[in-house]
């Protein structure tokens, strides 16, 4: 979150703090409702699909489109985009300049995809906060955010980083990160009789062992889908570059029906399509107040997480509230953080240039 709170830490602050709210709307451990105002549809809370796509895509749309609906005003005609000339090709100089981004958000990737439960949206917010941190624009060139490409290196390089590494404790603690691909996969060799555990990884003399057999299985698909994504999804992806040229009044109702047809078939409820658009009124709003929308969105998937853990310890230091400061090890990680915080709001390179 420190990485990402863009130019006032005060504001980035404050967008955490609204993320951990909106993630507190369900009912409680307890079954009582919190936060639901009496409506049956928030019992369950917000899905994170929709706060995510909600803040991050449909917020940026509907700038985009009041945007286009103030041009339109002040010149009395829709603006139209100047033809792109030159080749859209990387070349060797390009792929130098990216491959820092890449490297750094592939480790990114790599440890949140280890860590069980956490899936590739959170990689791809943190990798994409990594990258606009080392991104030093040259004057003419664009920042993160208004069409940088080591923005895009940045977010893809940790989003598929996440999957190999989301192996490691779907088959070591039958836990999956990312829920829509690795909890079919799960499903499809539970039926088969592959159970996930401690003992997949069990090499063994005498015996063979099944579930070790289907864990190089594994392995081995993904490096034949890797080579595919390569080759096949290469060459598909530079014929889809053609849409780099579509007019924006054209792209983005497209872009907005297919991200609410997205969120609809996840959740298959028109009341989480609602909630999109109310994160994405949300997320419109942040981008007119100059708030970053990232520590929202980490603040929002992690609060989950959070709430387990202060819950654990709770139970477990019967109830002290003092119990983060009882031990050296927590102390340490508490100055470790105020450290962090500290390294990421000195010399950011946002604050510089409002300054200047």
């Given at each position: 979150?420190?990485?990402?709170?863009?130019?006032?830490?005060?504001?980035?602050?404050?967008?955490?703090?609204?993320?951990l709210l909106c993630a507190a709307v369900a009912t409680g451990e307890d079954g009582y409702p919190r936060l639901t105002l009496g409506l049956d549809a928030l019992a369950g809370g917000f899905p994170v699909v929709t706060a995510?796509?909600?803040?991050?895509?449909?917020?940026?749309?509907?700038?985009?489109?009041?945007?286009?609906?103030?041009?339109?005003?002040?010149?009395?005609?829709?603006?139209?985009?100047?033809?792109?000339?030159?080749?859209?090709?990387?070349?060797?100089?390009?792929?130098?300049?990216?491959?820092?981004?890449?490297?750094?958000?592939?480790?990114?990737?790599?440890?949140?995809?280890?860590?069980?439960?956490?899936?590739?949206?959170?990689?791809?917010?943190?990798?994409?906060?990594?990258?606009?941190?080392?991104?030093?624009?040259?004057?003419?060139?664009?920042?993160?955010?208004?069409?940088?490409?080591?923005?895009?290196?940045?977010?893809?390089?940790?989003?598929?980083?996440?999957?190999?590494?989301?192996?490691?404790?779907?088959?070591?603690?039958?836990?999956?990160?990312?829920?829509?691909?690795?909890?079919?996969?799960?499903?499809?060799?539970?039926?088969?009789?592959?159970?996930?555990?401690?003992?997949?990884?069990?090499?063994?003399?005498?015996?063979?062992?099944?579930?070790?057999?289907?864990?190089?299985?594994?392995?081995?698909?993904?490096?034949?889908?890797?080579?595919?994504?390569?080759?096949?999804?290469?060459?598909?992806?530079?014929?889809?570059?053609?849409?780099?040229?579509?007019?924006?009044?054209?792209?983005?109702?497209?872009?907005?029906?297919?991200?609410?047809?997205?969120?609809?078939?996840?959740?298959?409820?028109?009341?989480?399509?609602?909630?999109?658009?109310?994160?994405?009124?949300?997320?419109?709003?942040?981008?007119?107040?100059?708030?970053?929308?990232?520590?929202?969105?980490?603040?929002?998937?992690?609060?989950?997480?959070?709430?387990?853990?202060?819950?654990?310890?709770?139970?477990?230091?019967?109830?002290?509230?003092?119990?983060?400061?009882?031990?050296?090890?927590?102390?340490?990680?508490?100055?470790?953080?105020?450290?962090?915080?500290?390294?990421?709001?000195?010399?950011?390179?946002?604050?510089?240039?409002?300054?200047?």
């Amino acid at each position: 979150i420190a990485a990402g709170v863009g130019a006032s830490p005060a504001k980035g602050v404050l967008a955490a703090c609204l993320g951990l709210l909106c993630a507190a709307v369900a009912t409680g451990e307890d079954g009582y409702p919190r936060l639901t105002l009496g409506l049956d549809a928030l019992a369950g809370g917000f899905p994170v699909v929709t706060a995510v796509l909600g803040v991050l895509i449909l917020g940026e749309v509907f700038a985009a489109l009041e945007d286009l609906w103030r041009e339109a005003r002040d010149r009395g005609a829709a603006p139209v985009a100047a033809p792109e000339a030159g080749s859209a090709r990387l070349r060797r100089a390009d792929l130098r300049r990216l491959a820092p981004y890449i490297g750094t958000s592939a480790v990114v990737g790599t440890v949140v995809g280890a860590l069980p439960g956490i899936g590739s949206t959170l990689a791809a917010t943190l990798g994409y906060a990594a990258g606009r941190r080392m991104h030093r624009p040259a004057p003419g060139e664009p920042r993160f955010g208004e069409g940088a490409p080591e923005g895009i290196a940045a977010t893809e390089a940790a989003n598929s980083a996440v999957s190999g590494a989301n192996l490691i404790p779907v088959l070591s603690l039958g836990i999956p990160g990312n829920v829509a691909a690795v909890f079919l996969i799960l499903a499809a060799d539970s039926i088969g009789g592959f159970n996930p555990g401690p003992s997949v990884f069990r090499f063994t003399e005498d015996v063979a062992n099944p579930e070790l057999i289907v864990a190089f299985g594994f392995f081995t698909t993904m490096v034949i889908a890797n080579l595919l994504n390569w080759t096949v999804g290469g060459a598909f992806m530079r014929g889809v570059g053609v849409m780099a040229r579509v007019p924006k009044r054209r792209l983005l109702p497209i872009v907005l029906l297919l991200t609410l047809t997205a969120i609809y078939v996840q959740e298959t409820n028109m009341g989480a399509v609602i909630f999109a658009i109310g994160f994405g009124l949300l997320g419109w709003a942040m981008r007119r107040l100059e708030i970053s929308v990232l520590p929202f969105v980490i603040a929002f998937i992690l609060a989950g997480n959070l709430e387990d853990a202060v819950r654990s310890a709770f139970a477990v230091t019967g109830a002290d509230p003092w119990f983060l400061f009882r031990s050296p090890i927590s102390i340490g990680f508490l100055l470790a953080s105020v450290g962090v915080v500290v390294f990421f709001s000195r010399g950011r390179p946002e604050t510089k240039e409002r300054k200047a």
